[in-house]
T-cell receptor, first 115, second 113 residues
Framework: ETGVTQTPRHLVMGMTNKKSLKCEQHLGHNAMYWYKQSAKKPLELMFVYSLEERVENNSVPSRFSPECPNSSHLFLHLHTLQPEDSALYLC??????????????FGEGSWLTVV | AQSVTQLGSHVSVSEGALVLLRCNYSSSVPPYLFWYVQYPNQGLQLLLKYTSAATLVKGINGFEAEFKKSETSFHLTKPSAHMSDAAEYFCAVSHQGAQKLVFGQGTRLTINP
């Protein structure tokens, strides 16, 4: 148990569906992240939120829409995805951003399959 | 820009043998360096990190890593491999003022009985 909880753990969706991934951290952290992990590719940072403000958006397609309503919750809204978006989506949090060597704590991930 | 290179996408050792996973980084400023481990169907877990204190860093599960500035390396070692060490290992780098952690491509460690 890392203190970062992701739901659902597995999601299968059609290309025309709209779904959301949810992340909750119980660590009192101020920064939250979405990463994408695909086979044969390095971990890709998608979004960074610090104190509920988006501070980084790594050229992610608009079919991925993040939402951070408070410092404990982070969502990734998904719509009109493509099969190549199938991957493990990892949520993470840290006390602050990567500044000062803060440890980033990861959830167990949400496996997404787009059919 | 910072980057990390992990030499060898797949390393295989015998149980009880030395584990050595290589990581080289590129950074124009003093780096912070991390090793994470990912067991099957799980997220990433911190093994150890270097943040400009002692250059030899000890982590969990008997792992350690040494920061060598002259070689821009942060290799991960464990004297004696255990079957439970089979996992994917990621090296990562950041620095003061960074907004994000940059990960290497990962090394899959297999332990042979």
């Amino acid at each position: 148990e890392t203190g970062v909880t992701q739901t659902p753990r597995h999601l299968v969706m059609g290309m025309t569906n709209k779904k959301s991934l949810k992340c909750e951290q119980h660590l009192g952290h101020n920064a939250m992240y979405w990463y994408k992990q695909s086979a044969k590719k390095p971990l890709e940072l998608m979004f960074v939120y610090s104190l509920e403000e988006r501070v980084e958006n790594n050229s992610v397609p608009s079919r991925f829409s993040p939402e951070c309503p408070n410092s404990s919750h982070l969502f990734l809204h998904l719509h009109t995805l493509q099969p190549e978006d199938s991957a493990l989506y990892l949520c993470a949090s840290s006390q602050e951003t990567a500044d000062s060597g803060n440890t980033i704590y990861f959830g167990e991930g949400s496996w997404l399959t787009v059919v | 820009a910072q980057s990390v290179t992990q030499l060898g996408s797949h390393v295989s050792v015998s149980e009880g043998a030395l584990v050595l996973l290589r990581c080289n980084y590129s950074s124009s400023v003093p780096p912070y360096l991390f090793w994470y481990v990912q067991y099957p169907n799980q997220g990433l877990q911190l093994l150890l990190k270097y943040t400009s204190a002692a250059t030899l860093v000890k982590g969990i599960n008997g792992f350690e890593a040494e920061f060598k500035k002259s070689e821009t390396s942060f290799h991960l070692t464990k004297p004696s491999a255990h079957m439970s060490d089979a996992a994917e290992y990621f090296c990562a780098v950041s620095h003061q003022g960074a907004q994000k952690l940059v990960f290497g491509q990962g090394t899959r460690l297999t332990i042979n009985p």
